[in-house]
């Protein structure tokens, strides 16, 4: 795993509440989200997943899933786009969630640079091409759970009994790493 990953800007468009194109900033040090209820505080952690993830062709509105979170309204692109700082590289990925292409860019001098675009199913038994192992390499997990119980706190605010076993080795440092899928 990388010695840093810093999540800097995230845009999600026709995703839940999202129908237009709506960016959240992060800033360098801890960054805490307070709104009112239904503004859609929780929509926008679950597009940072689903972006990185990928989103389930569930029909299931109470799954995590296409279902639940693709903006009703119609008409709009069904996207999500995360810019992340990894050490010193800057990465950009883009998913367009109807197709599970995603297109993985790196900053260079001269801009973006696309380094692979491919078509990521999140529902795969075994990952096709080489955006999963990037995403290993870079988060150090390829878990759309566990990411989703380590890297920020959601609501409702997890009980010491109802963290996952897998997180609690992580955390306890018995997982040693054997966590990867």
Do not use: C
């Amino acid at each position: 795993m990388n010695g840093g990953v810093r999540l800097e800007r995230v845009e999600l468009e026709g995703f839940g509440l999202y129908r237009e194109a709506t960016q959240f900033a992060f800033p360098e040090a801890l960054g805490v989200l307070v709104a009112p209820n239904e503004s859609g505080k929780s929509t926008l952690l679950a597009g940072l997943v689903a972006t990185i993830f990928g989103l389930p062709r569930s029909g299931d509105r109470d799954e995590f899933g296409y279902a639940r979170f693709r903006n009703r309204g119609g008409g709009s692109p069904f996207r999500g786009v995360i810019d992340l700082r990894v050490d010193e590289r800057q990465v950009r990925i883009r998913r367009d969630f109807e197709t599970n292409e995603v297109r993985w860019h790196e900053a260079e001098a001269e801009g973006w640079r696309e380094i692979l675009v491919e078509v990521h199913n999140p529902l795969a038994r075994r990952a096709a091409g080489t955006y999963a192992d990037r995403v290993r390499e870079m988060l150090g997990i390829s878990s759309r759970e566990i990411f989703a119980e380590t890297f920020f706190v959601g609501q409702p605010m997890p009980s010491a009994g109802a963290i996952d076993a897998r997180v609690q080795e992580l955390l306890s440092g018995a997982g040693g790493g054997r966590y990867a899928a």
